[in-house]
């Protein structure tokens, strides 16, 4: 981790943080749970989750409903009939030492009286990386699986578990009228490879994205929770027991014996599943299977300890979600040394630089690692990493590696050097005021960030162009039709070579042709949103328009906020912090509209600044040509009059006051005089208000002001 960034100052920062971080928690919930495809690795995630705790430990009052403290995982997958469990599914409590396991043994002693010298006898079994799944069977016929779920309700997975050759669809004469078997589905390492293997051939066959999965876990879960059971069945899935829930009579009266009998009605059980009569066995079993975790076919990430005896189980119970007759005893991350051979740029979808680490192959855990990630400049930094050093690499519980450690004396070395321009399409790369991430502003040309920016172009809000769909935009750039905005007003000059394309029709391409036409005189303020400069969104791009009224007039603010830059260079003494304040405060009084803060125009220097941006807006130009935007006003009773707001406002703000008088075609002013004709006077209005008294001026209060309002519909 990066040095720990302080905790907010204020409640606003606080509460905007918080609101941040359950958003991107959220989206990663997603990923992981119900799409099986994470995008961070979980030593990230855990981050993320710590910073909305230690947030939420300073501010107390901003929890969010929506907190990831409140909520826990993502909703299970729509497509999937919820169940709720007979017998909750629950977890384990985790261990990482030794003393730990010694301690919950002490703990059981204690809970259940027992003599010191009474021996405490524990399974000892592989913590297999799957998802667990409890299958019901009725009169000995399996009736319904469902999954974890939350552990009180699961998903129904039974036509998909019915695709596993290891699971029994009996059980034989003889076992329990009514039998939940419980244990993990998951998917072998070597199937794991070979899935995302064939995956990735079928994305290259097909010219689309490749989806592949992270980790095997994934990777089972994905298959098992798919729509369709024909796809899980071509997904080689396998089952190990390890349990059971709601059963009408139990076979023996120990974990072992029930686990035995699991084995002679067919279903697969861990071939380490071992009972130990001492704690100094179970962690002997542990040592064992530690040592073999590479060799294994399956991912494991610990031992599981039971006690043995099914009456102890009884009367120890469960606390919160846990049993007190279990323990998930963990392995300690596997770590390897290696040599950086090279740090990558690799650039994301929005134009975000990220550094790969390009290693010496090395196996972690089974598992050859020739890439990691090193999120950001500060992290380089914090590392001190450079190409030819020896570092160590960890992989824990995910298959997306870090580096923890550099190896490499730093002295007399230079640093490695982020690049300043974009390897992808060589525009200047930036980074802003308080962020970590480097981005690149040629967003508009730039081949990794192509299809967002497009998708973006042609959006509702943007341009709206119909039949310009995801896909359509995807081939149109394989075939080297689109790269830029403007292109897109080109796309005609492809109609023949449209007609010829699998799935379009003369109708299609003529409806697509049109769609676009009638787009030659688009409206300014979504054609500068769909530009998608940084922090121009569609209210923005609005405010600026209607202060600014041509885009060549957003242009020259651009290059007059380039040249204010140039100029504003730190005086005498001024440290950092002060001279970028004095600069911003100078950036915001330039563009001039009270909505519109510095970080806008940095960003529109930015853009202005790179010059494969000014092609591609001067190419646009030349397609396009958008009316001044003019804000049309209602006709009321104060358009062409002049309005002033006094005393403080109640039901609004005093931005939101003057744009409804604009709207309405007034202009406002800050002080009265013989050329108002209207205040606008909330609680407290004080001098102006006498002085519209003595000059006669209409004096209306904040309803009267709603009423005109309201008047002009
Ligand atoms: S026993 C109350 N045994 O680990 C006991 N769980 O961290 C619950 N798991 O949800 C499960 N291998 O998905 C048990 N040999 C094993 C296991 C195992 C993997 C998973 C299971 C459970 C999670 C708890």
Request: contains cysteine.
């Amino acid at each position: 981790m990066a040095d720990t960034p302080a905790l907010p100052r204020t409640d606003e920062e606080a509460a905007a943080e918080l609101k941040a971080l359950a958003a991107e928690i959220a989206y990663h919930n997603a990923r992981y749970h119900t799409d099986d495809a994470p995008e961070i690795s979980d030593g990230d995630y855990d981050a993320l989750v710590r910073r909305n705790t230690a947030i939420e430990a300073a501010f107390p009052a901003l929890v969010r409903p929506d907190s990831p403290s409140v909520r826990v995982g993502a909703a299970p997958a729509a497509h999937l009939a919820k169940v709720a469990h007979a017998r909750p599914m629950l977890s384990l409590d985790n261990a990482f030492a030794d003393e730990d396991v010694a301690e919950f043994v002490g703990r059981v002693r204690r809970f259940l009286s027992l003599r010191a010298d009474e021996p405490v006898a524990l399974t000892a079994e592989p913590k297999i990386d799957g998802l667990s799944c409890s299958l019901r069977y009725e009169n000995r016929r399996l009736v319904r699986a469902l999954t974890r779920g939350d552990g009180a309700v699961g998903e129904d997975v039974t036509a998909n578990v019915l695709t596993i050759a290891d699971i029994p669809r009996e059980l034989p004469a003889g076992a329990p009228d009514l039998f939940e078997v419980r244990g993990e589905v998951y998917m072998e390492k070597a199937a794991f490879a070979a899935l995302n293997a064939r995956l990735l051939a079928e994305a290259e066959a097909t010219s689309r994205p490749a989806r592949q999965f992270a980790n095997p876990r994934n990777a089972a879960a994905g298959s098992l929770r798919q729509k369709d059971a024909a796809v899980t069945a071509a997904r080689p899935l396998r089952f190990l027991g390890h349990g059971w829930g709601e059963a009408s009579d139990l076979p023996a009266d120990t974990q072992a014996g029930v686990v035995a009998v699991l084995r002679d009605w067919g279903f697969p059980i861990a071939d380490d599943f071992a009972r130990c009569d001492t704690t100094d066995d179970a962690l002997a079993v542990y040592r064992a299977i530690e040592a073999k975790r590479a060799d294994l076919p399956f991912d494991i990430d610990g031992v599981v300890y039971k006690v043995d005896r099914l009456d102890w189980q009884g009367r120890l119970g469960t606390v919160g979600r846990a049993p007190r007759w279990g323990l998930a005893h963990k392995f300690p991350a596997e770590r390897a040394q290696t040599t950086l051979q090279a740090i990558d740029i690799q650039v994301g979808r929005t134009g975000k630089l990220t550094p790969v680490a390009r290693l010496e192959p090395v196996t972690v855990g089974g598992v050859v690692v020739t890439n990691a990630t090193l999120h950001n400049a500060d992290e380089i930094a914090r590392l001190g990493v450079r190409p030819g050093d020896r570092i160590v690499l960890q992989r824990a519980g995910d298959v997306i590696p870090q580096i923890v450690e550099n190896l490499t004396a730093a002295e007399h070395r230079a640093p490695f050097v982020f690049p300043d321009h974009c390897p992808e399409c060589g525009s200047e790369a930036v980074r802003e005021e308080g962020e970590v991430d480097i981005r690149c502003t040629g967003g508009l040309i730039c081949p990794a960030q192509r299809i967002e920016r497009l998708k973006h172009f042609v959006s509702r809000a943007a341009l709206d162009i119909d039949g310009l769909g995801e896909k359509t935009i995807e081939q149109f750039v394989a075939l080297g039709w689109l790269k830029e905005p403007a292109d897109i007003f080109r796309l005609k000059d492809h109609r023949e070579a449209m007609l010829a394309l699998e799935g379009w029709k003369a109708k299609s391409v003529d409806n697509l042709i049109d769609a676009i036409e009638a787009r030659r005189e688009p409206d300014a303020a979504r054609l500068l949103f769909g530009l998608g400069i940084r922090h121009v969104g569609a209210v923005t791009a609005r405010d600026l328009l209607k202060h600014y009224t041509t885009l060549a007039a957003i242009r020259e603010l651009g290059e007059a906020l380039i040249a204010l830059r140039d100029a504003t260079t730190p005086a005498l003494g001024e440290d950092a912090g002060k001279h970028r304040n004095r600069l911003d405060k100078a950036i915001a009084e330039r563009i001039g509209v009270a909505q519109v803060g510095a970080a806008v125009g940095h960003a529109l220097a930015d853009f202005f600044h790179e010059p494969h941006n000014v092609e591609a807006w001067d190419d646009l130009m030349g397609q396009v040509t958008p009316p001044d935007y003019v804000v049309a006003a209602r006709a009321s009773e104060v358009s062409g009059k002049t309005v002033v707001f006094t005393g403080s406002l109640e039901t609004m703000s005093r931005d939101e006051a003057k744009a409804q008088a604009e709207s309405l075609g007034a202009r406002v002013s800050g002080s009265v005089s013989t050329k108002t004709d209207l205040l606008v006077a909330g609680p407290g209005a004080g001098s102006k208000a006498k002085k519209a008294a003595e000059l006669g001026i209409k004096v209306v209060d904040e309803a009267g002001w709603q009423a005109i309002v309201a008047a002009a519909g």
